[in-house]
């Protein structure tokens, strides 16, 4: 389960609710805020974290470093061979969203990133043989 934090506040209900239910493993916590994420990783560290952008911000390279983090996720125009090779020399996965076409796919799948997010997961789906 993927859960986006946007507002102050949300880390504490949602690390909260998290620990509640015992669910730590089977979720990934996401947000443009690099603050919430900090926050959230502070009330607990084994929750899977995901720095979001839809554009290059200003000493990326710094927030990573600044949060355990476990994937940057980029929007698919962001995306770079360069920048997915800087995140895996620094042991972030890499996350592109907005993958809605294959060979956008195919490019992505080459560059090693870790993981897509796509409106049409048909697309990626091998076909079954009979």
Not at 100 to 126: E, H, Q, R, S
Request: with cysteine; charged share 30%.
């Amino acid at each position: 389960m993927f859960i986006e934090l946007k507002a102050k506040g949300t880390p504490d209900a949602v690390a909260k609710i998290i620990a509640a239910n015992k669910i730590e493993h089977e979720v990934v916590i996401l947000s443009f805020k690099i603050g919430l994420l900090k926050r959230i990783k502070r009330l607990n560290s084994k929750l899977k974290v995901i720095y979001l952008f839809y554009r290059k911000p200003l000493r990326l390279w710094h927030r990573v470093k600044s949060v355990p983090l476990d994937y940057i996720g980029t929007r698919l125009k962001v995306a770079t061979a360069k920048l997915v090779r800087r995140a895996h020399q620094l042991r972030r996965r890499v996350y592109i969203y907005d993958v809605n076409d294959v060979m956008a796919g195919l490019k992505l799948k080459n560059w090693k990133v870790d993981a897509i997010c796509t409106d049409y997961p048909i697309l990626f789906t091998k076909p079954r043989r009979r």
